[in-house]
C-alpha cells in the first residue's frame, strides 16, 4: 500500500503530484478514478454526499489500487481529524482555515503527544500501515490547510508558518467568493490570480506544499508549471456529469439533423 510518504518523496525530487476528488459514496467509484498513476485519491467528507462509513469503503478500494488515499474533513474538529485518520487516511485536508490559531489546531488533531493533542486509537489505521508506534502513526500523516477566505488571505503568512503543517490547499471557489467573484475553478480574474500566487509564494517562503483544486487536467497542469505540488485533476461526480452530457449531445446532434430533413420532406 503507498503512503503518505510516497508523495513527501516526489515532492523532494520537485515532482508535482496529481490526484482526484471523490465526491460520490461509492467504493467502486473510488477504484475507477484511482487509475494507475495517480497519487492520491481525495475522498471529501464536506460538500459531497459521503459519510464516514462510506470513507472506510471507499479508502480500502483506493488503497487495493495502490494510490494514497487522504480525505477533507467536514470541519475543523479534533475528533473528526483523528477519527479520519485512525480510520487510515494518509492526511487530512482542513477546510475554512482563518489563521494561526486554526491551523495550529488542525496540526495538533493529526498528532500525538507532546506534540499535538490526538488521542491513542488507531484501530484501522495500526493495520493498513503496520505500526502501532505513534511517530509512524501520527508524524507521517498529512495535514493542509485549506486558505479559501479573504481573512485567511490577509494572514497567509501566519497560517504558512505554522509550526508541523505539511502545506496549504487553495479552495479556488470560495476563494472567489470571498473575493466578490462567481464561484468556480480555474479562475482567470486578476484578483483571483494574484490572490492565488500569494498563497503559493507564501508556501515556498515556508517551505511548505502548494495544493490546489482543478477542474481539467489541462488546467492542472498549468498549475504544476506554475509551482502546485499537490495538483487535484477532476471530480468523479464532474466526470460522470460530463460523460454524460457529452453523450448526449453527440447522440442528440444527429437526431436534430433528421428531424430538420424530415420537417422539409427529405425523408
Not at 48 to 54: K, L, P, Q, R
Not at 117 to 127: E, F, I
Request: overall charge negative.
Amino acid at each position: 500500500m503507498r503512503l503518505a510518504q510516497d508523495l513527501r518523496n516526489a515532492w523532494k525530487r520537485g515532482e508535482p503530484t496529481f490526484g482526484v476528488w471523490a465526491a460520490l459514496p461509492c467504493a467502486f467509484a473510488a477504484e475507477l478514478v484511482a487509475v494507475p498513476g495517480m497519487a492520491y485519491v481525495c475522498v471529501d467528507q464536506q460538500h459531497g454526499v459521503v459519510d464516514y462509513a462510506d470513507m472506510v469503503h471507499m479508502m480500502r478500494g483506493i488503497e487495493g489500487r495502490d494510490v494514497v488515499p487522504i480525505t477533507r474533513v467536514p470541519a475543523n474538529e479534533t475528533w473528526l481529524i483523528s477519527k479520519a485518520l485512525d480510520a487510515g487516511a494518509q492526511g487530512v485536508v482542513v477546510p475554512l482555515v482563518n489563521n494561526r490559531a486554526e491551523a495550529a489546531a488542525a496540526v495538533a488533531a493529526c498528532r500525538y503527544p507532546p506534540k499535538g493533542v490526538r488521542s491513542y486509537g488507531p484501530t484501522r489505521a495500526a493495520l493498513t500501515m503496520d505500526a502501532r508506534d505513534i511517530e509512524t502513526l501520527g508524524d507521517s500523516v498529512l495535514c493542509f490547510a485549506m486558505v479559501e477566505t479573504r481573512e485567511a488571505l490577509g494572514r497567509i503568512d501566519e497560517i504558512a508558518g505554522t509550526p508541523g503543517l505539511d502545506g496549504i490547499y487553495v479552495g479556488p471557489a470560495d476563494l472567489a467568493l470571498g473575493l466578490g467573484l462567481p464561484p468556480d475553478l480555474d479562475k482567470t480574474e486578476p484578483e483571483h490570480v494574484e490572490a492565488v500566487d500569494r498563497i503559493l509564494q507564501a508556501c515556498r517562503r515556508h517551505k511548505i506544499i502548494a495544493g490546489i483544486q482543478c477542474s481539467t487536467g489541462a488546467a492542472g497542469s498549468k498549475q504544476a508549471e506554475r509551482g502546485f505540488q499537490l495538483v487535484t485533476i477532476t471530480k468523479d461526480s464532474s466526470l460522470v456529469q460530463s460523460g454524460a452530457q457529452r453523450e448526449l449531445r453527440e447522440a442528440t446532434a444527429g437526431q436534430s439533423t433528421k428531424a430538420t430533413a424530415a420537417s422539409q420532406g427529405y425523408t
